[in-house]
């Protein structure tokens, strides 16, 4: 079975700072994908990033990059100038690569994160 | 705004009693998850529907079902409810089930008294 491990229950970044938030992940695939969807205190489930594992580059979407790591299992989210809106709680999730029609998304337990002013 | 919307927002109901929550996935999106947000157990998978039929199935109680109708909105009814039955439901969706990602609705807050 997948897991995925998130060691950092909270952290604490300066508004303009930039800060890495930690995953690691255990599985026996070859093929999966990699996510960090973003809840802020509205609750909401944000999509913030994805990563296909057959790709060796690591996504980035704006000031959010990864650095992923596969024959570690390590997948970490880089903030780069950190924005009071993005105090949140940061999962990191996994999903097995099937190609059918059948699939879930597997949680870590999270990372609140808070940017102070 | 994902284009997923579930309701209610928020229910408060009793122990014993039976709740149905609602989900209308993306437009084109032909599949519907749920999951449970608890603070004891986290995030969870609860099931699949694609195109009206099960898909899969992870913690779900036999207390609860789910269905997914025609136009595609899909219910999780949960009955004979208990205390820790209280958490965040969320609903996601996507666009055929397989390795597309997933988009949630804002969820329904349940509170069971």
């Known amino acids: 079975a997948q897991t995925v491990t998130q060691s950092q229950p909270e952290m604490s970044v300066q508004e303009a700072e930039t800060v890495t938030l930690s995953c690691t992940y255990d599985?026996?695939?070859?093929?999966?994908?990699l996510f960090w969807y973003k809840q802020p205190p509205s609750r909401q489930m944000i999509l913030v990033i994805r990563?296909?594992?057959?790709?060796?580059q690591n996504a980035t979407e704006n000031r959010f990059s990864v650095n992923f790591q596969k024959a570690a299992k390590s997948f970490s989210l880089k903030i780069s100038d950190s924005q009071l809106g993005d105090t949140a709680m940061y999962f990191c999730?996994?999903?097995?690569?099937?190609?059918?029609?059948?699939?879930?998304?597997?949680f870590g337990t999270g990372t609140l994160l808070a940017v102070q002013p | 705004d994902s284009g997923v919307t579930q309701t209610p927002k928020h229910l408060i109901t009793a122990t014993g009693q039976r709740v149905t929550l609602r989900c209308s996935p993306r437009?084109?999106?032909?599949?519907v998850y749920w999951y449970q947000q608890s603070l004891d157990q986290g995030l969870q998978f609860l099931i699949q529907?694609?195109?009206?039929?099960?898909?899969a199935k992870g913690n779900i109680l036999e207390r609860f079902s789910a269905q997914q109708f025609p136009d595609l909105h899909s219910e999780l009814n949960l009955s004979s409810l208990e205390l820790g039955d209280s958490a965040l439901y969320f609903c996601?969706?996507?666009?055929?089930?397989?390795?597309?990602?997933?988009?949630f609705g804002p969820g329904t807050r349940l509170l069971v008294l």
């Open positions: 996601a969706s996507s666009v055929s089930g397989g390795d597309e990602t997933q988009y």
């Open positions: 599985t026996s695939e070859s093929n999966y994908y």
């Open positions: 990563q296909e594992a057959y790709k060796q």
């Open positions: 999730a996994f999903m097995k690569r099937r190609g059918g029609a059948t699939n879930k998304l597997i």
């Open positions: 437009s084109g999106d032909l599949s």
């Open positions: 529907y694609y195109n009206g039929e099960e898909r």
